[in-house]
């Protein structure tokens, strides 16, 4: 699969090993995997046997979550980076909290994020607690960590690490005189830039997920975050005031006349 990936253009291979989704818990992978120390061996050698092979040349990263104790999520990081993990990225919360609550019902736990950090040698990313750009700042400073990965407040804000990347030069003295913050990218803009993306992508034949949802689907659902900031597709319905733009971006992306692109904002929404 490895070799795959890199002769289809892959800079690195990742091993998510932090994906709490029922479907993960049904398939045996992601955190599930993860959470059973008994699986730790095995996971150790595949990510060795990635790395080792002479025919692989791009880098083996891996993603976890917080593990019942500190001790045992430093022994796990420790475990990959000495399989050759290249790039750790650790997720603040365990698979599931105390009694068994959803789990994002807490903050992430930067503290312990920078425990893993100040104990391996790899370059380390933090994943939790980011809802603006002044969370990635935060973040970083807490945690010393070399970079910070997000996934639901980028599908709401693409341009969050445009505007993070500037807050960090504007306080970085070494820098000198501090660079203007950039203007914030339109919304129109920002969905203009998505669906360009997105045709080209569908156009070359590539599938935007693994799960059953169509091209169409994994579309109409970012537009719908960014314009509204819902993630999923039990939030609600579209705004009276974004329903006309939505609507637009779907015939846009599928050319479809506007009775079908009108069907597609209202499905699922």
């Known amino acids: ?109 930067l503290d312990a994020i920078m425990v893993v950090r100040a104990a391996v040698g790899i370059p380390v990313l933090a994943n939790g607690n980011v809802q603006s750009p002044a969370d990635v700042v935060a973040n970083l400073g807490r945690t010393c960590c070399e970079g910070v990965m997000c996934a639901e407040q980028l599908l709401r804000d693409p341009a969050l690490f445009q505007h993070a990347s500037a807050l960090l030069k504007s306080s970085d003295g070494t820098l000198g005189a501090s660079p203007p913050v950039p203007p914030w990218p339109s919304t129109a803009s920002v969905v203009e830039e998505f669906l360009a993306s997105s045709r080209r992508m569908d156009e070359l034949g590539e599938r935007f997920t693994v799960w059953e949802a169509s091209n169409l689907e994994v579309v109409k659902q970012h537009l719908r975050a960014i314009l509204t900031g819902s993630i999923g597709t039990s939030n609600g319905p579209v705004p009276a005031e974004d329903e006309a733009m939505l609507h637009a971006c779907l015939h846009k992306f599928t050319g479809a006349s506007g009775s079908q692109a009108e069907s597609l904002v209202h499905v699922g929404s």
């Open 1 to 109: 699969a490895a070799l795959v990936a890199q002769k289809k253009g892959a800079d690195a291979i990742d091993l998510n090993l932090g994906c709490p989704q029922r479907r993960a818990k049904d398939g045996g992978y992601g955190a599930w995997l993860a959470h059973d120390a008994a699986n730790w061996p095995m996971i150790a050698e595949m990510v060795r046997t990635c790395t080792a092979a002479s025919e692989l040349h791009i880098p083996v990263f891996c993603k976890i979550r917080l593990q019942p104790t500190l001790a045992a999520t430093v022994q796990l990081a420790q475990l990959l980076e000495e399989a050759g993990c290249a790039l750790l990225a650790v997720h603040g919360r365990q698979l599931w909290g105390e009694a068994q609550k959803c789990r994002r019902s807490d903050a992430a736990d």
